[in-house]
């Protein structure tokens, strides 16, 4: 088995070569990294190639990979048998850890967060009898027809299918707004006063690379919701249990939550949380539909519940520090090398953005320097560190993550940015 032989295989196989668009290195050029194994901070291709990982699953491995309490937790679960389609004790496990680690009053688990998000969206039509949402222009809430969608042009608001097969009937009930603009945020409810029914937002938005919100964005976010009727949902698939033990803490006032990653402990998941009143309009308590074969699945709730046992304050302490040190050493590599790059960072989620300075919204983001992050990923792949593939996804590190690797990921960085940006 080599890298190649698995990639022509995929490519045979998979549109794209791929069972997700990003990890066809599309964006970066080059061909993709097969990944056969995970280790702590480490992964390794089909041909032995170790590499420091920092795309952490996209989210959820904040242990590292293959921490021994998790696959321990899932052995035992998976020794029990794994697919009985009833109530179980492990749903029981996670939901209280999550519920007193988050205040979230009652919970319904699913099996990704695009699940989530879309069923959270269903509950707040429900609640309030209304059809719009609104959504932010850089914000990924998963791939559910009704948020893939993309800001119209000119002085439309409602949005435009981001995506082909989605119609536009569907694309116009959602509307696509500026991300730290409340400005626009008002007009949009002076035009609208009585028929949104959700605002959903990620709490920090950190998938066109993050975005680092405004407080008096935030301020407006959950004041215009509540007096306008509208549900603010906030999507904390991945800062849910990121930061500390519980949510972000930035939209206290969000009526419903969306959960995922982390809480899964690497294997599938997605959740729901908020008050009585909403998550029983869930069936079978109330008249919203959803279903799902695999929802709560035992190795799930078990990975979950093993996870969550290993985030202390303690644990969190050291992602930070840990993460502060990377950060640290990539902003003095910026400096020494002279390229036009920033770095945002909160807690254990980094970006290293090719423009000069950190972006406001999409507009700029979207101005960062992307033929420059491909050049910096292959020379990144080149001496062992894998990054993202893509400008704009976020950089994850673990709780495996130590000085060491962090070191190496500067040392590297400080080479591969000179690559990025020849003088
Ligand atoms: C903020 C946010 N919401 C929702 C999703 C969708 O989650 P999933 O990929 O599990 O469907 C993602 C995925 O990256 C995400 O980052």
Same mark, same amino acid.
């Given at each position: ?21 990003? $990890? ?6 080059? &061909?993709?990294?097969?990944?056969? $194994? ?14 420091? &990982? ?12 293959? /921490? ?22 492990? !749903? ?13 009053? #009652? *919970? ?6 695009? !699940? ?5 969206? $269903?509950? @707040? $039509?429900? @609640? ?21 969608? #993309? ?23 959602? =509307?696509?707004?500026?991300?730290? &603009? ?14 949104? @029914? ?15 919100? &405004? ?10 919701? #509540? ?6 949902? =906030? ?13 972000s803490g930035v939209l206290p006032s969000a009526d419903l939550v969306t959960l995922g990653k982390i809480i899964g402990g690497g294997l599938p998941i997605g959740a729901i949380g908020g008050p ?25 709730? @078990? ?22 040190h990377l950060e640290n050493g990539l902003l003095t590599a910026i400096k020494r090398a002279e390229v036009p790059a920033s770095v945002v960072r909160y807690g254990s989620m980094l970006s290293l953005f090719f423009r000069s300075a950190p972006p406001r919204d999409y507009a700029e983001a ?32 673990? *709780? =495996? /993550?130590? !000085? ?6 500067? #040392? ?12």
């Amino acid at each position: 088995m080599t890298n190649d032989s698995l990639r022509r295989a995929a490519a045979d196989l998979f549109p794209g070569g791929v069972n997700s668009p990003v $990890r066809s290195y599309r964006s970066v050029g080059g &061909d993709p990294i097969p990944i056969v $194994r995970g280790q702590g901070p480490f992964v390794f291709d089909a041909e032995g190639t170790r590499y420091i &990982d920092c795309v952490g699953g996209f989210g959820p491995a904040i242990l590292g990979h293959a /921490h021994p309490a998790v696959v321990e937790a899932i052995a035992a679960a998976a020794a029990e048998g794994l697919a009985f389609g009833a109530l179980g004790p492990r !749903e029981i496990g996670l939901a209280e850890s999550i519920r007193a680690a988050t205040g979230l009053e #009652r *919970l319904r688990f699913l099996n990704s967060g695009t !699940e989530a998000t879309m069923t959270a969206i $269903r509950i @707040a $039509r429900a @609640a309030t009898g209304r059809d719009l949402v609104v959504k932010f222009d850089g914000c990924y809430h998963g791939h559910s027809d009704g948020l893939l969608v #993309r800001a119209g042009s000119g002085v439309a608001t409602l949005g435009m299918s981001d995506s082909a097969g989605v119609p536009q009937a569907v694309a116009g009930l959602t =509307a696509v707004l500026p991300y730290n &603009d409340p400005s626009a945020l008002l007009r949009w409810f002076e035009a609208h006063p009585d028929d949104t @029914a959700a605002v959903i937002v990620e709490s920090i938005p950190a998938n066109v690379g993050i975005l680092a919100p &405004d407080p008096e964005f935030l301020q407006a976010l959950q004041s215009l919701a #509540r007096a306008r009727g509208a549900l603010l949902i =906030a999507d904390e698939i991945i800062t849910g249990f990121r930061f500390r033990r519980g949510l972000s803490g930035v939209l206290p006032s969000a009526d419903l939550v969306t959960l995922g990653k982390i809480i899964g402990g690497g294997l599938p998941i997605g959740a729901i949380g908020g008050p009585a009143r909403l998550l029983g309009l869930l069936a079978p308590e109330g008249p919203v539909y959803q279903a799902g074969t695999f929802s709560a699945n035992p190795a799930v709730m @078990a990975a979950g519940i093993a996870t969550l046992e290993q985030l202390t304050p303690a644990a969190y302490q050291r992602l930070e520090q840990v993460s502060r040190h990377l950060e640290n050493g990539l902003l003095t590599a910026i400096k020494r090398a002279e390229v036009p790059a920033s770095v945002v960072r909160y807690g254990s989620m980094l970006s290293l953005f090719f423009r000069s300075a950190p972006p406001r919204d999409y507009a700029e983001a979207r101005e960062a320097d992307t033929a420059a992050f491909a050049r910096f990923h292959r020379a990144m792949r080149q001496r062992g560190v894998l990054v993202p593939p893509s400008q704009f996804e976020t950089w994850f590190i673990s *709780l =495996a /993550h130590n !000085e060491p690797e962090i070191d190496a990921i500067v #040392r590297a960085a400080a080479e591969a940015l000179r690559e990025a940006v020849p003088g």
